[in-house]
């Protein structure tokens, strides 16, 4: 596959992946995600149709407005430009002084097992400290879906039991950052 006619979105890559904020031309690799039976089992239990998949889409467009790094990402592999899945960075509440931002991520099926989601979780980790854009950082994964709560562990978050702020049904991870002054 040549590679995309859209370029590097700020030079925001590691040595296999490349991330872009969501515009309208990742459309159809969000829906795809969107409407994938296994990429969606435990996102929202089960596939969103095409028209929930396109309004979610919007969304998340929508989401990138709250700031230059913030919003919803396109992941695509730098070897082919194969969209692997999402990537996302937005506010999440806070219970402490400073400002806290949730990391998420999911993956088309055939990029699991392929240690994606452990660079997408590193990438977005190093990507907020190194911009000092937040004090907490947050990811929430269902409790049944223990390769994903291995990739937060892996990246450094610690399991949140009880927090008032996660969904039932849901594990919040947290990571504390370094002291930053925001």
Not at 31 to 51: F, H, K
Not at 64 to 85: N, Q, T
């Amino acid at each position: 596959m040549p590679p995309s006619k859209n370029p590097p979105n700020d030079g925001r890559t590691t040595s296999r992946l490349r991330f872009e904020k969501a515009r309208e031309s990742d459309r159809q690799g969000f829906c795809r995600w969107y409407t994938d039976p296994v990429a969606m089992r435990y996102v929202t239990g089960e596939p969103l149709d095409d028209q929930q998949a396109n309004l979610r889409f919007d969304a998340a467009r929508e989401a990138g407005k709250a700031g230059p790094d913030l919003g919803f990402y396109s992941v695509r592999r730098i070897e082919d430009d194969a969209f692997v899945g999402v990537a996302k960075l937005t506010s999440f509440p806070s219970l402490a002084d400073g400002r806290t931002l949730e990391v998420g991520y999911g993956l088309l099926p055939f990029a699991f097992g392929r240690g994606y989601a452990t660079e997408i979780v590193g990438y977005l980790t190093e990507f907020v400290t190194g911009r000092t854009l937040a004090t907490e950082l947050v990811g929430i994964t269902h409790r049944d879906h223990l390769a994903s709560i291995r990739v937060l562990q892996k990246c450094g978050f610690e399991a949140l039991h009880g927090d008032s702020r996660c969904p039932d049904g849901s594990l919040l991870s947290s990571l504390q950052l370094p002291s930053l002054s925001l």
